[in-house]
């Protein structure tokens, strides 16, 4: 079966897949009601459901940023700030001892949120 054959009869049972959960009638009731061997339902469900789980497996959802307590920096690092950066409710304070590698990372992070 060609790719884009494919894809159209993946389109289309995703779509029956779907009509059959939502009538609220088991797969044997609703395969029978429509002349449709059960192995063929589960051979797609299968199928739908593999490509699911590639499709989530490829766009991972993490997140760049962990949000931190308020006070957990003056905590850990009491040395005074070399220098300040604020926008809005953001500030980062940076002391003299940090990399340029750290910096450079946090410049990026605040290029890509703002």
Same mark, same amino acid.
């Given at each position: 079966m060609s790719d884009?054959?494919?894809d159209v009869t993946a389109e289309r049972w995703a779509m029956l897949i779907k009509e059959r959960v939502e009538s609220g009638m088991t797969v044997r009731e609703w395969c029978?009601?429509?002349n449709i061997k059960e192995s063929r339902y589960y051979y797609w469900l299968r199928i739908l459901r593999r490509k699911a789980v590639e499709n989530t #497996? !490829? /766009?991972p959802q993490i997140s760049p940023f962990v #949000?931190?307590?308020a006070g =957990?920096? !003056?905590e850990q690092f009491p040395a005074s700030a070399a220098a300040v950066i604020r926008k809005g409710?953001? /500030?980062i304070e940076v002391t003299e001892s940090a990399s340029a590698?750290? =910096?450079q990372k946090v410049? #990026?992070?605040l290029a890509n949120a703002w």
């Open positions: 884009l054959k494919h029978h009601d429509r #497996e !490829q /766009t #949000e931190l307590p =957990i920096c !003056q409710n953001i /500030t590698g750290f =910096i410049m #990026e992070a």
